[in-house]
């Protein structure tokens, strides 16, 4: 096996792929976009997200996607995967995140309690062209600059500076052992050693306060924010519509049912878990839970935090069980190969994660209403660090943007071909400079996008709330 891959093939045979991609699909070619004939209307795609979601919550969603076009870009990962199945791709396929834009992308705790900088959102998780994670990215990072009132040169540099780096650190890869791959990863350490020339003090002082900021935000510090004493008891405190405990939601027999429900979730799902940090949950008992409203995109989706307290009541966990649905890659992809949807968001995460929440897991269970739904669960906050693009300076989102593109290189590299798509790249900027194309044009269909949500919101054809 000296020398070959599971597919049998040598290095230089996967090398030989990549180039014979270009032939197919000159990369030059990635930076035309034109939106299909007969594009569905965005409004139309968001509804149907919506009719399987919470009622009641889908005006916040609505609100919160007609607050600017970066807000209505990221609730509309369905609406740009429609888009991006009709672009060109190589045929080379990795698995995705399927919503890779600039905020997916941040510093998270590793299970030896290390900071690193790594994707952090895969409800959207899939195998595809490796292709469709960049061109979100770089799309991305042209309506963020548009916010921050880049001018087009500074936009494509920031662009340009991403996607180079995508490519050169996908080189850097294919040179690598396979094992290498697997344990590489961006310690929030090196990196600021790293980012130390890139960046103006004030620059520096930003990512210094950033990572210490990161390492506050544990369970600890959501026990704090989002529980108090209750005669006694410790329970999570109301903060509606974004924060509804499940005693205040329904009456006592169907609240009942559905507390049932909710701690038989996590009761079952400790099977998915290791061994080790199953026996860890069992040390911990069930001490309240609420319905939480999470993200842009996401609002409307069954979403519940769960408080269990171990030792005492100052040894809280808090659990996040997060309904998941159908990838919205999966009409232009193909279905998962995991039949439940909560499986599949943690494989994909397990897979481009260089490391993950040591409580991940996955389970299937009835609603109160008896339709079968699918979770998957994690820690709510484990030393999370986001980025924040409207303080960023055009070197500062430029340096992020290069930061991001390494990172889903790395992501790629551990599931694709890292050595055909290095290849298929090559050492020059043609793909580089076509994303920039593609991410302009992108961006002018989004504002389009964005406007017609607000002209339904203003006509009534739906209703939107600000929470």
């Not at 193909?334 to 996955?362: C, H, K, T």
Request: net charge positive; hydrophobic share 40%; glycine share 8%.
């Amino acid at each position: 096996m000296t020398g070959t891959t599971a597919a049998g093939r040598t290095p230089r045979e996967r090398a030989a792929r990549g180039k014979a991609a270009r032939a197919r699909t000159p990369r030059s070619l990635h930076g035309e976009f034109t939106p299909a004939r007969g594009r569905p209307h965005p409004v139309d795609v968001v509804e149907r997200q919506s009719a399987t979601r919470l009622p009641e919550l889908v005006p916040i969603r609505y609100g919160r996607m007609t607050e600017s076009p970066f807000r209505f870009y990221r609730g509309a990962a369905a609406i740009m995967a429609g888009d991006l199945a009709g672009t060109p791709d190589s045929g080379l396929t990795a698995q995705l995140c399927g919503d890779a834009h600039l905020l997916n992308f941040r510093l998270l705790a590793t299970p030896e309690r290390r900071l690193v900088f790594d994707i952090n959102d895969f409800d959207e998780t899939l195998p595809g062209p490796w292709e469709w994670d960049v061109k979100r990215l770089a799309a991305s990072l042209v309506i963020a600059g548009r916010a921050n009132g880049f001018d087009r040169r500074e936009r494509s540099s920031v662009v340009q500076g991403a996607v180079r780096s995508y490519r050169e650190w996908m080189r850097s890869l294919a040179l690598m052992g396979n094992l290498a791959v697997h344990y590489a990863k961006a310690d929030a350490e090196e990196l600021q050693v790293l980012l130390r020339g890139r960046l103006h003090e004030a620059g520096r002082r930003q990512v210094s306060r950033a990572v210490a900021r990161a390492r506050t935000r544990d369970n600890l510090q959501a026990f704090g924010a989002l529980t108090r004493l209750v005669d006694g008891e410790r329970r999570i405190t109301p903060d509606p519509p974004l924060v509804v405990p499940v005693a205040d939601l329904l009456p006592d027999l169907e609240r009942g049912a559905l507390e049932d429900r909710i701690r038989g979730l996590i009761l079952s799902y400790g099977r998915t878990l290791q061994s080790d940090r199953r026996q860890l949950l069992e040390q911990y008992r069930i001490a309240d839970m609420a319905r939480k409203v999470v993200g842009v995109g996401s609002v409307g989706t069954r979403c519940w935090i769960v408080l269990l307290l171990g030792r005492d009541d100052g040894d809280p966990l808090l659990l996040q069980a997060k309904e998941a649905d159908r990838s919205v890659l999966a009409p232009y992809a193909g279905e998962s190969a995991y039949p439940n949807q909560g499986e599949r968001v943690v494989s994909g995460q397990r897979l481009m994660q260089a490391a993950s929440d040591i409580f991940l897991g996955w389970e299937r269970v009835s609603g109160i209403d008896g339709r079968p739904r699918d979770f998957y669960v994690r820690q709510l906050r484990d030393w999370k660090g986001i980025a924040v693009p409207e303080a960023m300076a055009p070197r500062g989102m430029r340096v992020f943007g290069e930061l991001c593109g390494a990172t889903l290189a790395r992501a790629h590299a551990r599931s694709g071909d890292r050595i055909a798509i290095a290849a298929y790249l090559g050492s020059g900027d043609v793909f580089d400079r076509a994303l920039v194309r593609f991410a302009e044009s992108y961006a002018d269909l989004n504002e389009r996008d964005h406007r017609a949500l607000v002209e339904a919101v203003r006509s009534g054809r739906v209703a939107a709330t600000r929470a």
